[in-house]
């Protein structure tokens, strides 16, 4: 698995200004865990069928991609990879 960073940035124009960065694997962790619940609640939340449907898409692209940079047991256990 290739090694990732998770920074906190201080908004500041279009990048924002970095104040801390950490690569503790629990961190990331639970940042995976976090956004992937800020977006199941979004969908429960929805007004209509088609904010919910773009919701859903949403989720599953970022259950995706942050699957790729921090694997929990559940994704080691899909891809047999630690």
Do not use: C
């Amino acid at each position: 698995m290739m090694s990732v960073m998770l920074t906190l940035h201080y908004p500041r124009g279009m990048k924002g200004l970095p104040i801390a960065t950490t690569t503790d694997t629990e961190v990331l962790l639970h940042f995976k865990l976090a956004v992937l619940k800020e977006w199941q609640q979004r969908i429960e939340s929805s007004n209509d069928e088609g904010e919910a449907m773009l919701n859903r898409l949403e989720y599953q692209r970022l259950k995706k991609a942050l699957s790729l940079f921090i694997q929990d047991e559940a994704d080691e256990a899909e891809t047999g990879q630690r």
